[in-house]
């Protein structure tokens, strides 16, 4: 199993521009969710999903879209990205949401600059 | 979920034992209490989680008072690669919740 995968590993953005960022997993998981990591902030929950076709909202979530077409996959799109998006971009998935009962697997981040 | 208290930071030497505490006060009756290690540049990865009492694994153990509104991450012996941000995390051991992570403890491990 590769777990749980993030693409690009690092990326440049104009301000204004416009991204997807990828994350895979190839464990059969219904729970999926997208945290930013900022310096001395701890990692803050944007977007989460329950199962294919389900997304919810999380602590940040706006500027950011998701959509959940299939179990594997739950890209994060930046419609208009903007200098307050620089972070860094964390995918997890667990097999339910569950609570503190369900191990989260984390991806390995995306960093993210947006000039 | 329950608000939780760590240290911001914490510094030791190799080979020494390495006790983080959690505080968290108003920890209801049904939670669960969870950490994460996060090493740089990676992910969080869960280590261990706890009731009450003691709960030992290969990486470490976790020590829950009786009346359960702290808890204790110990690592024993650490090394340079147990440098880490350790999160701790208090919610309920099922339903319907996402999960909090706090700003965690920096452990600096140094030579």
């Known amino acids: 199993n590769a777990g749980v995968t993030q693409t690009p590993k690092f990326q440049v953005l104009k301000t204004g521009q416009s991204m997807t960022l990828q994350c895979a997993q190839d464990m059969n998981h219904e729970y999926m969710s997208w945290y930013r990591q900022d310096p001395g902030m701890g990692l803050r929950l944007i977007h989460y999903?329950?199962?294919?076709?389900?997304?919810d909202q999380g602590e940040v979530p706006n500027g950011y879209n998701v959509s959940r077409s299939t179990t594997e996959d739950f890209p994060l799109r930046l419609l208009s990205a903007a200098p307050s998006q620089t972070s860094v971009y964390f995918c997890?998935?667990?097999?339910?949401?569950?609570?503190?009962?369900?191990?989260?697997?984390f991806g390995p981040g995306t960093r993210l600059l947006v000039l | 979920l329950a608000k939780t208290t760590q240290p911001i930071s914490m510094d030791s030497y190799e080979g020494q034992e390495v006790n983080i505490t959690c505080s968290h006060n108003n920890i209801a009756t049904n939670d669960y209490i969870t950490w994460y290690q996060q090493f740089p540049s990676q992910g969080p990865r869960f280590i261990i989680q706890g009731y009450k009492t003691k709960v030992t694994n290969e990486v470490a153990s976790l020590f829950i008072p009786a009346d359960r509104k702290s808890s204790t991450l110990s690592l024993p012996r650490v090394s340079l690669s147990d440098t880490a941000v350790y999160y701790c995390?208090?919610?309920?051991?099922?339903?319907?919740?996402?999960?909090?992570f706090g700003k965690g403890t920096m452990l600096l491990v140094s030579p």
């Open positions: 999903s329950v199962g294919a076709g389900i997304t």
């Open positions: 995390l208090v919610g309920p051991h099922s339903g319907y919740s996402t999960l909090t």
């Open positions: 997890a998935s667990s097999y339910s949401m569950g609570g503190v009962q369900e191990t989260q697997y």
